[in-house]
């Protein structure tokens, strides 16, 4: 199969971190809890809860496992295959138009990103339930069941729910109607009504997609207001992204993750809307003789309409995802209408085999570059231009590989192709603080909290990178200051119960950790990195294995009881109690979940195994302590 190799693929930092790798309640798999936040969050800029749930279910079954969650998505890519050919057989009972459409779908490399790439499990989700509504339309069309209605309406509001760039479905069902279902002849008033009254549901349901998409896109500042990006450059992005779409189904190479967003030639967008009108035109001069071409065409622009940028989110100005629906379009005028051409039915399959076998290859090529993000974004900034979030991601790829030189490279490329993006420096400062440069860090932090000054981890920064130069009141200062944006930000307690600790100061030590615990008394995180404290601490005084225990249990609950640190920190809160039975068995299930969360470094594990089975416990400085929980 040409997906099999996903199943070796890792999670990405882009977006995967948001959607499941670091998302605490997605990680605990299917709870009430988790469900009723699905149903009501906007995390994200988006409301598509059976997304959130679909991911859950995979941390259910799962856990971390990478391979895994790809796998489903590959299942459900060739469920919308089977369920795409078995739409156009129950339409028009023609058999080899029905697989060619299925098996364009199936092939094409445009589809990669959509199936390769975790986070956009909304892609296959909601195509799947789309599949579904109009199977059960065209069910209810032949049958006049309104059964079929009922389960065309539930299949909607679900796929709505996963991704609500389904909003145009019921205009596709009326292009249905005009062919192949043939509901009406002639384009005239009277014959076209009833049809647009019978998908009043379909309507009402999406003006409550639409409503809640908005909002929940307001909330998480994710819409470009039209001063930055006035109305005449969006029309002229969606024609231009329009026609490029266009191209890359009939020549699918230089696939990029991220299309950056910027101004176009004046001569691009004439070509595209020359190009555009073009096709337009011929296909409906054959809408009598062969009304396959236009309905196609319709279903691939009309289905495009909420992803153009016209309502502009995010920085990118096209993404093969959006492609993943639309294109069933294009295919199904392909396939359906080029036989109708005075072509030998052995011309049309040796062309179809040539054009499938192309689609197969070039699919296998774009899925080796989704094998690991740096692979990814190389590619990408190798066949695009000024692309400052592609490489902001390089950074975040080599940053997690700790390879903090190459990481800060990229970053200070992004301040020359992007002088304004001023978030930039806090990366910067970053990394500058990991290479012992506090003095350089701080000086990038103070840009970034020129322009920002109310966000609480850029005044923890400051705090940190003051600290290490000494300046400890200046320190102490900052981090009041990000206390007091945000209560429940554990991390400035964290940081300056390290600092008190190495001074010597485990009382104030103690008071800050307990402060954390305090603030963040439901962080998975925040309870593993203190209960490590108080169970391994190489300070006899400050250990405190009571606390310890009592507070990685309460982690390993909120964890669902499948992460292996948290299983490794309870079992040092058992050793340091001296009940080495219960803490060789936490060990050994913190080494039976990491192969399965994607933990690739067991051997710390395997040593405090070796460890408590001697019958001796775990000690560490907080230091080690707080690196350890990747702080």
Known sequence: MIYSSVIHYDFLTYDDQCYVTQNQIVQQGLTWKGVGWALTTFYAANWHPLTWL??????????????????????????????????????????????????????????????????????????????????????????????????????????????????????????????????????????FRPLVVEKLPFFALISVSCILTFMAQQAGDAVISLQTLPLSSRIENAVL????????????VNLAVLYPLELKPLADCVWAVIALAAITGVVYRMRHRQPCWLVGWLWFLGSLVPVIGLVQVGG???????????????????????????????????????????????????????????????????????????RINLGLELEQQNRIEEALDEYRKVTKIDPNNFRIHFYIGNMLLKLGRPAEALAEYRQCLARTPAVPSLHNAAANALAAQGELTDALQEFAEAEQLDPHYSQPHLDLARIYLAQSQDIKARGELEAAVQSAPNDVKTLTVVARYLAANA????????????????????????????????????????DFTNAIICAQNALEFAPITGMKDTAPLQQRLELYQKRQPWVESFQATNAAAKY
């Open 54 to 191: 679909s991911h859950m279910a995979d941390c259910e079954l799962f856990q971390l496992n990478p391979g895994a969650h790809h796998f489903i998505n590959v299942l459900f890519h060739a469920a919308n295959t089977v369920l795409l050919f078995g739409l156009f057989w129950q339409m028009t009972r023609k058999l080899w138009p029905s697989m060619l459409v299925a098996a364009l779908f199936a092939w094409h490399p445009l589809h990669v990103e959509s199936v390769a790439w975790v986070s956009e499990r909304k892609d296959t989700l909601s195509t799947f339930f789309a599949l579904l509504t109009l199977l059960s339309y065209v069910k209810y069309v032949q049958s006049k069941r309104q059964l079929h209605l009922l389960l065309a309406s539930l299949w909607l509001a679900l796929g709505l729910m996963a991704k609500p760039m389904l909003v145009t479905l019921p205009c596709l069902m009326l292009l249905l109607d005009f062919w192949p279902l043939r509901r009406f002849p002639r384009l005239t008033v009277s014959s």
């Open 241 to 252: 992204a329009c026609a490029l779409y266009t191209l890359k189904l009939f020549w699918p």
């Open 539 to 578: 300070n006899a005084a400050a250990r405190d294995g009571t606390n310890a225990l009592a507070i990685a249990l309460q982690a390993n609950k909120l964890a669902g009881e499948r992460q292996p640190e948290v299983f490794d920190v309870l079992g040092m809160a058992f050793a340091s109690l001296g």
């Open 316 to 390: 990118s100005f096209m993404a093969d995802r959006y492609t993943y629906f639309p294109a069933v379009g294009v295919f199904m005028a392909i396939a359906f209408g080029v036989p109708e051409f005075y072509w030998s039915k052995r011309s049309v399959q040796a062309a179809a085999l040539l054009v499938l076998l192309a689609c197969a290859i070039l699919t296998k090529i774009q899925l080796s570059y989704w094998r690991d993000g740096e692979t990814l974004f190389r590619h990408t900034l190798a066949i695009t231009r000024n692309n400052p979030v592609a």
